[in-house]
């Protein structure tokens, strides 16, 4: 019997703790849980008919949403847990906390002590590998350099491999309109992405590029290519959440261990009304079980 996932349900402000009960509803015969949660985290009475879905699984209590990220950590670093599915935290949480982190990506790392860490997501016609994370648009340039491409690189070839692609088909998204249309608009691609691309060609890959960014996703959607690695955050997300907003998962790649999230945030505009769709979590729970076998 494997040991159980660790589920922290997120900011008990947020919708977290609804799209989690939800989940588990679905879920109780299928897996097994400890629950990080704090003790207002269920306390909303709309969640009140969703409550016996807690019934199958061990809650650990928590003092914050901080705390119970810091548990699950611990739990599975002690061998009492597989991997972590993380319910959405708001940045302002990491914020008002002191910490300079933007979200569980940054957190994780620096509570596990790893380097080499990417966001990639998950869904049925996108796998994704973002090249850098939460960071302003201005300083995007200077984030695509050959160390940083390596490490996606790298975290691409195993989050294909997870899903089973021993030799996967890899593209990278160019910067700049029309990846630059031969330095007319920028010169990156040239000076940066190409070379990149010569000097890795591994047995282990199929690594081509770069290609416009507003195609390479159709390309990829299409089945041209098992990932992408896009350059920026909104270049993978926005073309991800338009074709798989309910589905798609997060992953942390280049964690000791799996840590899988939905892939939206904690929804203040529908919270305490029990309308969240659990889908995201759920397909989130699931993959996190399927990889952590």
């Known amino acids: 019997m494997p040991t159980p996932l660790a589920i922290t349900v997120g900011d008990a402000s947020g919708i977290g703790p609804e799209v989690t009960l939800k989940a588990l509803q679905q879920l109780e015969k299928e897996i097994d849980a400890s629950i990080f949660c704090t003790k207002e985290s269920f306390e909303n ?12 699984f061990k809650i650990v209590p928590c003092l914050s949403s901080l705390d119970a990220i810091k548990q699950a950590n611990a739990a599975i670093c002690h061998g009492q847990c ?41 869904s049925e016609r996108l796998k994704i590998v973002l090249n850098s994370i939460h960071i302003p648009i201005s ?42 249309e031969n330095g007319m608009f920028g010169t990156e691609e040239s000076e940066i992405i190409m070379p990149f691309i010569s000097e890795n060609k591994a047995a282990e890959c199929e690594l081509t590029g770069p290609y416009s960014p507003d195609t390479i996703f159709k390309m990829a959607s299409d089945g041209k290519f098992d990932c992408v690695i896009a350059l920026y955050h909104d270049q993978g997300l926005i073309p991800l959440k338009l074709l ?31 309308l969240a769709n659990p889908s995201a979590m759920l397909s989130a729970i699931r993959l996190a079980h399927k990889l952590s076998l």
């Open 139 to 180: 300083e995007v340039p200077k984030s695509v350099n050959s160390n940083s491409l390596k490490t996606s690189l790298d975290n691409a070839i195993s989050f294909c491999k997870w899903h089973g692609i021993e030799h996967p088909r890899i593209a990278i998204s160019g910067l700049n309109p029309h990846a630059s």
């Open 244 to 274: 798989a907003f309910d589905t798609a998962v997060n992953v942390t790649v280049g964690l000791p261990y799996i840590r899988t999230s939905p892939d939206h945030g904690t929804a203040p505009d529908i919270v305490f009304q029990d």
């Open 45 to 56: 009475p709309a969640l009140t008919p969703h409550l016996h879905a807690l019934n199958e």
């Open 82 to 122: 597989r991997a972590m599915v993380t319910a959405p935290i708001a940045k302002t949480t990491l914020q008002d906390a002191g910490l300079k982190h933007t979200g569980h990506t940054s957190y994780l790392q620096a509570l596990t002590h790893t380097q080499n860490v990417s966001m990639a997501f998950s």
